[in-house]
């Protein structure tokens, strides 16, 4: 059995023969735009941007279908020259074989080392890659050989790392035409393009960015010569394994100062010859990145050509990210603690590399979705809280006054740009998502006074909920909702909250279910845009109304009796409760107020009662509740129950007993649990259902949904992806989380452990999930993690694990301990640790589980503050106003008793 172990409290590991392993990737990258991904032989690609590649961009097959790597060549007198990263025809060829170096990677946080030991050689080597946490923009690489034979070895070193240099538009359109704008010259520590041009989606452009490979050895000694083109290092005939250059010696390397234009780069760096001692040891160190001058790249490159400086940046890096992840766990099982030390790292790495730019998220060209944005942000309330409030506040302007959304999101926060293309694709669940962060964040913060910031709100030419357009927008006037006399209108985050909730809940389909249009969470419902509905995220919105009818009780307790809302919202808010069961009357209240604000807005405001949108949201709430209850529930023969979550584009019910078999989807579970649509008993009936219909112990745990059986044209592209893969029946993590995170907030928490449990243990068994620690997007038939690391399971996995299982809670700004951790979770003496950030400052809570009572036996019975007995009403709570009395500068210990 094939297994990595850690290493250490910040979860470094280590694996053995990990090259034996296909389609490992690991990230390295820092926050001023360089995005790295490296295999266990230094193959994967390194880019600022969809337009900015410095290696040639790859996906997950071009892993091992490329032989382009950064490899490091030892070409050893005598014998045939060997590649440190494994990458020789002649390595290649004994990997299956008694012969196979020994290798080892090690790795960490934005750092990877891999050890390759050849007993042929005489050699070992250790190749350490980093791109620096201080934001320089390069990718470093160390190198360090060592004599292990009983004979002197004397050998060339050669660093050999092709430059794509260019955008991923051009990786096969004009890909040869690319490379005769490059200009290329040798310098005295490396090789430098500076392309001429660019050629990409933006057009034909003067080129800003310049690219490089710098080397030098771990005393500061320069390369000798080089190898500055593809061409002239793999020769006729040759490769990258078996370059030329460097096996038939035919080809003289040149001098710094050289130049030449019109060819595919390569970073070729030739070190002195030298003869290695028993026993002794050489560093070399690489440098290669982007600048926006010449002067600029050697600057930022130089600054890490010593051993020194190497290592001193190498334990900066560690730091810098150890540091960041400031929330850690001691369970009982070391492994899960461990395994959520990289899950929480997770979330960070998706604000770094979007959802595109690591080897399986083929598919876009940068940047994050609208949900994602919005989940991101849960576990930065986490980790990070005090820069949260702006974020969210910005984020708000992205919403248009038809509750709808931008879906193209800038670089920047707060930045949304106009869809100037006929492509209006509304997903229904976006409405969703703002209101789940926001009422994190004022539980946590108790920020209520929040919901009366104001905001602006999004402007482009999509309307009426992407049915009509706005033929006047003029892209000019700064993609704002402006009033008929042209000042900018700002409404507060309340009235965002209301317009996507109430828009949402008149926007039904013919089983007055809220139309699934063009999809929901799930990206790959996409072929329902007409007859399509979610009965699953209407139940979401539910639980929103109920949520919003909340903290409007709550700012009413806090003496705001009224508010200012937009005119034309009136209409929203209609008393006729028979007006919900009359599809047609919903649909006339959404069409009228959109077109009111299709194009500008009045600009008045009404004033509203507190107390009346309190009772108006209750009412449409308990409506949606009811009518899923008594339309919804599903008996199918086998005598199993469960809601159904989907109508497809014929209007036809998705879920039950089909001729091709049963019909069940998780997400429809999900929120229908969340909401509280499903009573308790009808909990454990669904528990029961997705227990047998849907749990698959090979995969770790529930899938999306079973076989269909059909390719449903119907419904969505999911259908057309093979069974057990992505959307269409594998175990995808994120939804997978929100069972469990439903599971424990309906009080379920050996349930929801066990989903948990189940994805945890499979992912940890390295033999089966083939993936380095952490939570991939999804486990596939097979059993392997796809799409690791930038998922938005993270966010969801460690929220539940904080707040749902170690029941950290925030409570309108106090904090509230409601454990439901299961026996089997304490430590051997009866106690489990968490470790936070609450109000910016930092905690250590020790559960005191003494008498080894499971879940359902314990409760809080007592509270120890830094050593003192903490007294308040609820025993299990500590009040805000004490928890910022207490000091900054050190971290609090909290003992909880249970009994
Ligand atoms: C991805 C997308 C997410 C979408 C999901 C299902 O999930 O990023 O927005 O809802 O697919 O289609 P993730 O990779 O975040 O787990």
Redesign the pocket.
């Known amino acids: 059995m094939r297994q990595y172990q850690y290493l250490n409290e910040y979860a470094d590991f280590m694996l053995e023969d990990p090259e034996l392993t296909s389609y490992l990737y690991f990230p390295i990258a820092n926050e001023n735009g360089v995005m790295a991904s490296v295999t266990p032989s230094l193959h994967g690609d390194n880019k600022m941007g969809q337009n900015t590649f410095l290696l040639a961009p790859v996906s997950a097959e071009e892993l091992h279908t490329s032989k382009a790597s950064r490899n490091f060549w030892f070409d050893v007198e005598g014998r045939k020259p060997w590649s440190v990263v494994g990458n020789s025809s002649d390595q290649q060829a004994n990997l299956f074989q008694e012969e196979k170096e020994k290798t080892y990677l090690r790795a960490g946080v934005m750092w990877q080392e891999v050890e390759r030991i050849s007993e042929t050689y005489g050699l070992t080597a250790k190749v350490l890659s980093l791109v620096p946490a201080s934001g320089e923009t390069v990718e470093l690489m160390r190198v360090t050989i060592q004599n292990i034979g009983s004979d002197n070895i004397t050998f060339t070193p050669i660093v050999a790392i092709p430059l794509y240099a260019r955008s991923a538009d051009n990786y096969r359109d004009h890909r040869h035409v690319t490379s005769l704008l490059h200009r290329i010259h040798t310098t005295e520590y490396g090789v430098i393009v500076n392309p001429t041009l660019t050629f990409d989606e933006r057009g034909h452009k003067k080129n800003e960015v310049i690219y490089g490979v710098f080397g030098s050895t771990g005393e500061s000694n320069p390369p000798v010569s080089f190898y500055p083109t593809v061409e002239d290092f793999i020769g006729e005939g040759g490769s990258f394994e078996q370059p030329r250059a460097l096996y038939a010696k035919d080809t003289v390397p040149v001098l710094a100062g050289e130049t030449m234009a019109g060819y595919e780069v390569l970073g070729g760096l030739v070190f002195e010859k030298l003869t290695l001692r028993v026993g002794e040891e050489r560093t070399y160190l690489v440098a290669m990145g982007y600048g926006n001058s010449e002067e600029n790249f050697k600057k930022e490159a130089f600054k890490f050509l010593s051993s020194k400086a190497f290592e001193d940046i190498l334990l900066y890096t560690k730091n810098y990210w150890n540091q960041k992840i400031n929330i850690h766990y001691h369970t009982g099982n070391q492994d899960f603690d461990h395994f959520m030390h990289w899950v929480n790292f997770q979330p960070m790495l ?1 604000r770094i590399y979007g ?1 595109s730019f690591l080897p399986h ?1 083929d598919y876009g060209k940068g940047g ?2 609208w ?2 944005l919005w ?1 991101d942000c849960l576990a930065l309330l986490m980790m990070n809280p005090s820069g949260v409030r702006g974020m969210l506040q910005d984020n708000f302007s992205g919403i248009r006054m038809d509750g709808t959304n931008a879906t193209i999101i800038g670089a920047k926060q707060g930045e949304f740009i106009a869809d100037r293309n006929n492509i209006t694709r509304v997903w229904m ?1 976006h409405g969703v998502w703002p209101l789940f962060t926001t009422d994190l964040y004022i539980k946590h913060s108790g920020d209520l006074n929040f919901l009366l910031v104001e905001a602006t709100y999004f402007k482009d030419m999509q309307a009426v909920r992407g049915e009509e357009k706005d033929t006047q927008y003029n892209d000019g006037l700064g993609k704002r909702v402006r009033t008929v006399e042209g000042e900018e209108y700002q409404g507060t985050i309340l009235e965002h909250l209301l317009l996507q909730n109430l828009t949402a809940f008149y926007d039904v389909g013919e089983h007055n279910h809220i139309r699934l249009r063009g ?1 929901d ?5 996409d072929m329902a845009k007409e007859r399509g509905e979610s009965v699953a995220f209407t139940a979401a919105y539910a639980l929103n109304l109920t949520t919003l009818a909340q903290l409007l009780e709550k700012l009413e307790e806090s003496g705001v009796t009224s508010i200012l809302l937009a005119k034309e919202m009136e209409l929203l808010f209609t008393e006729d409760i028979t007006c919900y069961s009359d599809i047609k009357r919903k649909k006339e209240i959404l069409y009228t107020y959109c077109k009111q604000v299709k194009e500008t807005v009045s600009g008045h405001k009404e004033e509203v009662l507190v107390s009346d949108l309190v009772c108006n949201l209750k009412n449409k709430s308990e409506w949606i509740k009811e009518h899923i209850r008594s339309e919804e529930w599903l008996t199918n023969a086998e005598g199993f129950h469960w809601f159904n979550g989907y109508y497809d584009n014929h209007g036809q019910r998705v879920e039950g007993d089909f001729a091709q078999g049963v019909r069940m989807m998780l997400t429809s579970q999900v929120f229908t649990i969340m909401s509280g649509v499903a009573t308790k008993d009808q909990v454990k009936d669904v528990i029961r259902a997705a227990d047998h219909y849907l749990y698959e112990a090979k995969m770790g745990g529930y899938r999306l949904n079973t076989d269909f059986g059909e390719v449903k044209l119907d419904l969505g592209r ?1 259908f057309g992806f093979a069974y057990g893969q ?2 269409n029946g594998a175990v ?4 997978a989380i929100m069972y469990s995170n439903a599971l424990y907030q309906r009080g379920f928490a050996k349930e929801g452990y066990h989903v948990i449990d189940s994805l945890f243990k499979h992912c940890n068994n390295f033999d089966v999930s083939r993936i380095y620690p952490g939570i991939p ?2 486990i596939g038939e097979n059993g392997r993690g796809l ?1 690791h690391y ?4 993270a966010s969801w996995l460690l929220l539940t694990v904080l707040t749902e299982m170690f029941g950290i809670k925030g409570r309108l700004g106090d904090l509230y301990f409601e454990p439901k951790l299961l026996l089997e979770q304490f430590r051997q003496d009866g106690t489990a640790k968490v470790e936070f950030i609450f109000a910016d400052k930092s905690f250590e809570v020790t559960y005191q589980n003494s008498k080894k009572m499971d879940v359902t036996e314990y409760q809080v019975a007592g509270i120890i503050l830094d050593g003192m007995h903490y007294k308040s009403q609820d025993l299990a709570c500590i009040r805000r106003s004490d928890i910022l009395e207490l000091s900054d500068h050190q971290k609090h210990f909290i003992t909880i008793i249970l009994s």
């Open positions: 998706r959802c998220h994050r979705g949900r994602d989940q669940d999809a969470w799930n990206d790959a419902l999911m992505k959307e995808f993590c994120h939804m997007e999804y799409y930038l998922t938005g399971s």
